[in-house]
Every structure is written in structure tokens, then in C-alpha cells.
Nanobody, 122 residues
Framework: QVQLVESGGGLVQAGGSLRLSCAAS????????MGWWRQVPGKQREFVAV???????TYSESIQGRSTISTDKAKNTVYLQINSLKSDDTAVYFC????????????????WGQGTQVTVSS
């Protein structure tokens, strides 16, 4: 089994910055990608950013240009730095990861963290 644990959320003033972390642990053979999603009550979970195992990054338009996603492969950890925070960034941020647990199988499973609350005050 694999566990994802997020950290770094909290209350931040508009215009400020935040760095979220997500560490994967457990039965990990290889990590295909790691990413972030966010959700506001009453709305669908939306994509934020993703980074692949070769370093390719993709961002949503909502944070493009003011965010950076990065990884520490040795620690199976993904980070999301968000700058110039806006009230619209207020949400629960979830980490996800595509992970292979078995060297003998190409099967990849997607795992989710429990989420971390980010609140931006204006």
C-alpha cells in the first residue's frame, strides 16, 4: 500500500506565498507522476499542476506564471510553490501520484492524499 501525506497549508494573506509538500511512502517501485488538485465545497475537484518522472510540468491557467511544481525524487516528495496568492486560491489542496508498486508489472495505480486546507484572506 502507498500513503500520501500533504503539509504546508494554512492561513495566508492575499499577495503572499505558500509552499505545499506531499510525501509518498509505502510500497513504491517507481513514481510516474505527482500532482496537485484543489477543491472548494460544492464544486468539483480541479486540476492545479502535475510533474512527470522526467520533469515535464503542466499547470492550470489559474496558477500559470505564479506557481512552481517540483520534486525530490530521493524522498518521493512533490512541492507546490504558489506566489501572489488570491482569495480564489482558497481550497483544500490534494496531492495525487501515479505509482508502480511491482517491478514485474506495468500496472500503475493513482493514490490521493487526505488534503490540506489553504485559506487566503483579503
Amino acid at each position: 500500500q502507498v500513503q500520501l501525506v500533504e503539509s504546508g497549508g494554512g492561513l495566508v494573506q492575499a499577495g503572499g506565498s505558500l509552499r505545499l509538500s506531499c510525501a509518498a511512502s509505502g510500497n513504491i517501485y517507481s513514481v510516474n507522476h505527482m500532482g496537485w488538485w484543489r477543491q472548494v465545497p460544492g464544486k468539483q475537484r480541479e486540476f492545479v499542476a502535475v510533474i512527470t518522472n522526467i520533469g515535464t510540468t503542466t499547470y492550470s491557467e489559474s496558477i500559470q506564471g505564479r506557481s512552481t511544481i517540483s520534486t525530490d525524487k530521493a524522498k518521493n516528495t512533490v512541492y507546490l510553490q504558489i506566489n501572489s496568492l488570491k482569495s480564489d486560491d482558497t481550497a483544500v489542496y490534494f496531492c495525487s501520484a501515479g505509482i508502480r508498486s511491482d517491478e514485474s508489472s506495468s500496472r500503475m495505480d493513482v493514490y490521493w492524499g487526505q488534503g490540506t486546507q489553504v485559506t487566503v484572506s483579503s
